[in-house]
C-alpha cells in the first residue's frame, strides 16, 4: 500500500514536469555543421544543454523563435529549459541549413 | 607612345582579358605581377583604368587548427597591399571582418586593414552580426549613410558599385538573403542606369548556388541576376567559402575570394564545410586576395588572384 502510494506521487511529479530529479536533462552537441542528436525527445521541464564541438561559432534559435542562444564558440555551451510540450525545430542562425528539432512530451 | 598594333601591348590586354573570363582563374600571378603589368606605360595608356582590390574573410579572432595566426597572415595580406606599385583606388571587404563580432576584433581590424590608407567599402559577413545585438556593432561602426542591414551603392570612374547584405534574417534550412527591401531598393537604385554602365557587386555569401548542402549561395540571388541581366558587364564579387570559383553566364562573371585567414575545403569533399587544416608550409598557398583591373571597352574586367606564398 506505502509503495503503491509512493509509485502514484511519484508519477504526478513526473506527468506534472517537476522535482528536478526526476526530469531527464539531455544535451545536444554541434559537430561537422551537424546537431546530434537532431531528433531529441524529452519530458517537458527537462533542459537541453547545446555545445559547439566545431571551429566555428554556431547559434541556436528556435524555428518559432520561442528561444536562442547567444553565438557559441568552440566549446561554449548554452542551455535551454523545455517547460510545455510540443515539437520545436530549431536551426543555426548562422549557417540555416543546420537544423533540429526537440519534441517535448508532457 | 606604342599604338594599338604594338604586338607587346596587344598581348598584354589578351591576357588580362583572358583572366577575367575566367578561363585562366587560379594562380594567374600575383597583385604586384599584376599591377607591373598596369604599370607598364602602354597599358597605362588606356583611358581612366583603374584597379581595387578585394579583401574577403579576414576571421579576426581565430586561433584554431587550421591557421592559430590569422591575424598573422592578414598583416601579411595588408604588407602586399602596402608594396603595391601602383597604388589600387580602394579595397572592398567582403565580410566575415571579425570570427566573433566582438569590440575589440573589430578595433583590430580597423587599424590593420586601414594601414594601406586605402578607401575600404565594407559588407558584413554572418560572423560579423553576431554581438548580442544582432548586428549593432557592425551597423554601428560601418552603417553611416547606408541603408536597412547595411547595403548601399557608389560609382567610381563610370563603373557602379552595389554592396549588398545576404547575412540577415535567414531562414531555417535556407540560404543567404536579401529580401524584398532590399531588392526593391536595389530596382530603384539601378533605374534610370544606362544599359552600357559597368556595373559590379559584391555581397558575402555568393549569389549564386554554388552548394546548398553547405548553404553557399542565396536563396533569392535569382532575383538579383534579372535585374542585372540587362547591363553589358556585371561582375559579381563574393567571399565565405575561402576559396576560388568562378563562372561567367553570359554578360555576368561570378568570383569568390580566398580568405586572409584560413582556407575551407572543396563543395562536398568534406563531412563540412568548416575550417580545413593544410600542411603548414602551403597554408599560404590557399590565403590572398583579389585584384580588379577596370578597362574601358567592350572587355571584361580583369580579375587576378594571388596567394600569400606569390612573390
Redesign the interface.
Known sequence: MRAKLIFWVFALLVSAGIGPALAADASVSISNFTFHPADLQIKAGSTVTFRNDDDIPHRVAAEDGSFSTKALDSDDKATITFARPGVFPYFCTIHPHMRGKVTVTP | MPNNDDPSRRKVLECMTWAGTGVLWTFAGGVPKSLGLLGDPAVAAEASAFTFLQISDSHIGFN???NPHALDTLKEAIGKVKALPVKPAFMIHTGDIT???LPEQFDTAAQLIGEPGLDVHYVPG??DL?D?NNGKLYLDRYGAGKKGAGWYSFDHNGVHFVGLVNVVN??????GYLGAEQLAWLADDLKGKPDSTPIVVFAHIPLWTIY????WGTDDGAQVLQLLRRFGSVTVLNGHIHQIIQKVEGNVTFHTARSTAFPQPAPGTA?????MKVPEEQLRRFLGLTSVAVKFGAQPLAITDTTLADG
Not at chain 2, 212 to 215: H, M, P, R, S, T
Not at chain 2, 271 to 275: C, L, Q, T
Request: overall charge neutral.
Open positions: 584554431k587548427a587550421a570570427h566573433l563580432s554572418e560572423h553576431i548580442a535567414l531562414k531555417a534550412g535556407g540560404l546548398a548542402d553547405w548553404g563531412p563540412s564545410p568548416g575550417p
